[in-house]
């Protein structure tokens, strides 16, 4: 169902435990009105806890007082999964104080392992990885002591040859910037630099029935 609301009375969707997906590329076409609905909605509720970002290219503009590094500096993220950490000035600290998990995956097997769970599949295949940090057999995806979740990616054979799958927790909640919505709620980015993941982001979230969030300019 499609509806027009505040960027607060969106927030308020998006319940304890839910895996977000934020589509940006870095601190372009980031939805930073909903990030920073969510910070207000943490400070006086407390809520929502326990949250897991996923973002393939991140999501940090490099303010430690705007965009998510208010409500993840506060205690409302226990799981980052991101491609970029370098625009996130007070979380990349918090991460090696090993305040909470946070994994670094190629961006684009975060692309593709998103696109998976639109289509039905738990992750994806690529060979990108292989012999680098990321690979399980080496260092793995974790970036501190805490992040030792070894599903996010294993090295496979398959047909004799060598692989590394790449899944990601099931993605609940979309956050998605655009340029306009119209009466059935399809999104233009008509004056966007890029859609990104858009539109696997709001299949992936279908797929899991989850809700996608949008901040637009017109409607």
Not at 49 to 70: M, Q
Not at 87 to 103: G, I, Q
Not at 127 to 143: C, M, N, S, T, W
Not at 176 to 188: E, F, P, Q
Request: aromatic residues 8%.
């Amino acid at each position: 169902m499609y509806e027009i609301m505040t960027s607060d009375e969106a927030i308020r969707l998006i319940r304890d435990g839910d895996c977000i997906c934020v589509n940006s590329f870095v601190g372009i076409e980031n939805p930073v009105e909903l990030h920073e609905a969510l910070y207000r909605r943490y400070q006086k509720m407390q809520s929502p806890t326990h949250l897991t970002i996923v973002s393939s290219a991140g999501f940090g503009v490099w303010d430690t007082e705007h965009n998510a590094e208010g409500y993840i500096r506060d205690g409302a993220v226990d799981r980052l999964i991101c491609g970029h950490f370098g625009a996130m000035m007070s979380t990349k600290k918090l991460v090696l104080e090993d305040r909470f998990e946070a994994y670094n995956l190629p961006l684009g097997c975060i692309s593709h392992a998103i696109r998976a769970q639109a289509g039905g599949l738990s992750g994806a295949l690529s060979k990108v990885g292989l012999d680098i940090f990321v690979d399980p057999r080496l260092e793995g995806p974790g970036i501190n002591r805490v992040s030792i979740d070894d599903s996010l990616v294993k090295h496979v054979e398959v047909d004799g040859e060598e692989f590394l799958y790449y899944k990601l927790p099931k993605i609940t909640i979309a956050l998605i910037k655009g340029t306009a919505a119209d009466h059935k709620g399809n999104i233009t980015f008509d004056d966007m630099f890029m859609s990104g993941d858009a539109l696997s982001i709001c299949q992936a979230v279908k797929a899991n029935r989850g809700k996608v969030i949008v901040q637009v300019d017109s409607w």
